[in-house]
């Protein structure tokens, strides 16, 4: 089960054992088909209130403090009434309540035709005293106080909404003043109060954030607007949206307007099901739904209205004729959306990425199995809770890392895989317990995702989910992904994409979530896809950096550069001990070291590996042959190599030695100069002079000395080639210096004739006139100043002289003395 629900609220074991201590026995309801004991409303500050009836046939309202684990009696009315809604204010001075006073059977049978059907009436009860009569109408009413400030404690003013099936809702200004000891409303007999909206046909409240969202019909389409509440009492419109939504509802649906226990199971099927949601990162969705005239289907649509684009999918039914199928479900996790079907699916979606599919994870059996919600009449009242309307328990919500986890080890396909990854990585600010269990995932998977790179989305995704939270507007510019291209569909489920109007913002200077939803609607209209980060940007500047030459070194530009790469370096260098697990080594890779943005994630791989494969830290010896676990730790790097490169990714420095060093290890010689020659694996100072140290000259050595020696790099004054070659003394190392310095010099010389006679060199004691004419020529050619190497080298004529006596001497078997 993905998604895990904790109890933090629940009628039987929070209310029921208190009321029986205090002798309130709640009574049976056979009248209805509901429960006596149900939640009516949730609060902004998190109080829950509820009503019960008694054996007197007396309706009650009591309220659950969630912070404090503790009850208390609101009110009492001496009749049997049906509890619609109710609202206290944040003093808890006030009470707002709105019943249904008699059926439309009672009030024929009792000729009851006068008498209102619906009341909404305020109470003051600090201590309990009058009663204000708000609306006697026989359309249904709701009530909710705003909390414009939260957890205030006293105000002499109160607001109050009222809404009306009558489609209009208003705003009631409330006055209070302290008289005797007791909390009174003044000038009670005409409460003002200003018109909120009118005509609309779907309203849902914000109580976190305040908001009102209420929808208008338009001719063929429908409006959403909002209207935003202060914490200086005023009000005023934010947004309006175009939706291509038909309704034709008569009767208005009303969302978190209180929860009136199990109402909506006679609601017909044609109804309006939906809801808006919003994240923190300037998120806005309307999710709906209308059931299918297909049997055996469902289809239900997501308006990213921050995107400007909706997507609407169909779904086959496993089980058409479970009874208990009725709608969609939508919950809001903040970072998803999720659209549950019991016994059926469980899909999530990711709202800041929604245009790729290898962000929507689709569970279908037991994997979208909830227990504890065994229906639909539920509601997302609060980010990441639930309510569950008939048995009366409030949720905490959220994604099992260990389900994710077990989702992700046991997926087939490449598309639940790459949606269950990213959806993991999200998972792991909170646990690098998770993350080290993503990578020996990620290690032991590698050949089995055939349409991404998991090191890739590794990367890239932990980038993003750390970098974003930390910088404003950035979400914009990284990658999220891999694969702007993925076309990955969904087993079962059909998706048809449309681009809608961006919605238009009615407000100047916002704050909050609305600078941030204008900020993502900004960068829509300008900036997506053409500010989208791509590798070429970095592979150019790559490029050109690697290309520049001693003089432009010194440019601010590159300064700052080298900068940050030493700062980068120097936490690098505060690796704990059990982090320098890893061999990895601190040498000059200044071509590593101008771009190391990501070099902690990639230490953070090998270290798992490490551990996984149980390498021991100082593994860096040649004389032995390397173990199974070496070959595939070998594996891994190689392909954490090929998604860097794809990526135009730094490694850390060092990677490269570990890299050739584990090659030597594991592979034949044909497979490791095969590798070399094809920019695998890279000849480094490290372990090139390691390797020419450490080993002993005999034939299967010398061989494989001798290859490396000759694939070193060319480049003249590269000081790989030149001082990895000092540290093997040997005569076939002597004779490639030697011919590499002539084949130096002689380039040098290009088509030039010596325009001087040879001087007097120091006197040889050979006569062999094809010598002494090169080493003459090469004399001449040092005269003019050229000097390829360095003095200390002992590279020159002499040497390259020796050098060829000595090899002649050795093929002829002779001895050189």
């Known amino acids: 089960m993905l998604l895990q629900l904790a109890a933090e609220f629940d009628l039987q074991r929070d209310v029921v054992p208190w009321l029986a201590a205090r002798g309130w026995a709640v009574a049976l309801d056979t009248s209805e088909k509901s429960s006596a004991l149900y939640i009516v409303n949730v609060e902004r500050n998190g109080k829950i209130i509820y009503t019960w009836k008694g054996n007197q046939r007396s309706t009650h309202i009591g309220l659950y403090d969630l912070q404090m684990k503790e009850n208390e009696h609101l009110y009492t009315f001496e009749k049997d009434l049906r509890i619609i809604s109710c609202s206290i204010n944040s003093e808890r001075t006030l009470l707002a309540v709105s019943f249904r006073q008699y059926t439309e059977e009672e009030r024929v049978t009792h000729l009851l035709q006068s008498v209102s059907k619906y009341l909404a009436l305020l109470i003051e009860i600090h201590p309990i005293n009058n009663v204000k009569v708000l609306k006697a109408v026989d359309s249904c009413v709701r009530v909710q106080f705003l909390y414009p400030v939260e957890d205030r404690n006293s105000s002499t003013e109160s607001h109050l909404l009222l809404v009306s099936e009558d489609k209009y809702i208003e705003q009631f200004d409330i006055h209070v003043a302290e008289e005797e000891h007791r909390v009174v409303i003044q000038n009670s007999g005409q409460l003002p109060r ?31 607007r909002c209207v935003q509440f202060y914490p200086d009492e005023n009000f005023n419109s934010t947004l309006e949206s175009q939706l291509d939504i038909s309704v034709n509802d008569k009767q208005v649906k009303l969302v978190n307007f209180g929860y009136n226990d199990c109402e909506d199971r006679d609601v017909p099927s044609k109804s309006l099901n939906l809801q808006v949601f919003t994240s923190k990162a300037g998120g806005l969705c309307v999710c709906c739904s209308l059931p299918s005239d297909i049997p055996g289907e469902i289809s239900y649509s997501i308006y990213f209205l921050h995107k400007g684009f909706s997507k609407t999918f169909t779904a086959s039914l496993e089980r058409p004729e479970t009874p208990q199928l009725k709608e969609v479900a939508f919950l809001n996790l903040d970072y998803y959306v999720a659209a549950y079907l019991p016994g059926q699916f469980l899909h999530l979606l990711n709202i800041h990425h929604p245009d790729l599919l290898c962000y929507s994870l689709f569970l279908t059996g037991e994997d979208a199995r909830i227990d504890m919600l065994p229906n639909c009449s539920i509601q997302s009242p609060l980010v990441s809770t639930v309510l569950d309307c008939c048995i009366g328990r409030l949720y905490a919500m959220s994604i099992s890392d260990s389900a994710l986890l077990k989702f992700l080890q046991n997926s087939k396909r490449d598309s639940e895989r790459l949606a269950a990854l990213h ?93 941030k939803l204008d900020s993502n609607l900004e960068s829509v209209k300008y900036a997506e896809p053409h500010l989208h980060y791509h590798n070429n940007v970095l592979r150019r500047e790559w490029r050109n ?89 070998f594996h891994i790097m190689s392909r954490i190599l090929e998604a860097a490169n794809g990526m135009c990714m730094p490694l850390p420095p060092g990677f ?159 001895r050189y003395s």
Not at 207 to 218: A, D, S
Not at 435 to 461: G, R, V, Y
Not at 760 to 766: D, I, K, L
């Open 194 to 224: 200003a018109r909120v909206a009118d005509d609309l046909i779907w309203a849902q409240w914000d109580m976190t954030e305040q908001r009102l969202f209420y929808i208008v019909p338009k001719e063929s389409r429908s409006i959403l």
């Open 423 to 515: 959806c993991a990585l999200l998972c792991v600010r909170s646990t690098t317990d998770l993350e080290m269990k993503i990578i020996w995932w990620i290690s032991e998977n590698l050949s089995t995702c055939h349409s991404f790179d998991p090191i890739q989305e590794f990367i890239i995704a932990s980038l993003y989910c750390r970098m974003c939270p930390e910088t404003n507007n950035l979400d914009k510019l990284l990658p999220y992904t891999s694969l702007l291209d993925w076309t990955g569909v969904i087993p079962g489920v059909a998706c048809a994409t449309d681009i809608i109007s961006l919605p238009v913002l009615e407000m100047q200077n916002s704050k909050g979530f609305w600078e």
């Open 656 to 814: 490269h030695s570990l890299h050739l060093g584990l090659g030597v290890r594991c592979l034949p010689l044909h497979t490791l100069l095969h590798y070399i020659d094809n920019g695998v694996l890279h000849l480094t100072e490290t372990c090139v002079r390691k390797l020419l140290k450490d080993l002993d000259d005999n034939e299967k050595n010398e061989k494989l000395k001798f290859s490396i020696v000759t694939r070193l790099p060319e480049v003249t004054l590269d000081a790989l080639g030149l001082k990895a070659r000092q540290f093997w003394d040997h005569p076939v190392n002597a004779n490639f210096r030697a011919r590499k310095y002539v084949k130096l010099l002689l380039e040098k010389l290009g088509n030039r004739q010596c325009s001087r006679p040879v001087p007097e060199r120091h006197p040889v004691c050979v006569e062999f006139l094809p010598l002494n004419y090169l080493t003459n020529v090469l004399a001449e050619i040092e005269s003019q100043g050229v000097h390829l190497y360095e003095k200390q080298d002992h590279i020159n004529v002499r040497f390259v002289e020796e050098a060829a006596l000595k090899h002649t001497m050795m093929l002829l078997g002779l």
């Open 545 to 633: 950096l690697s290309e520049e030459t001693e003089e432009r070194r010194a440019t601010a530009y590159l300064r700052n550069i080298f900068e940050n790469a030493k700062k980068v370096l120097s936490h690098l260098d505060a690796w704990d001990s059990e982090e320098r697990l890893v061999p990895l080594f601190q040498e000059e890779d200044y071509q590593q070291q101008l771009l190391m943005g990501l070099l902690n994630l990639v230490h953070r791989i090998m270290k798992e590996v490490w551990k996984i494969h149980q390498l021991h830290s100082c593994i860096f010896c040649f004389d032995e042959r390397g173990s199974e676990a070496e070959f595939r730790v």
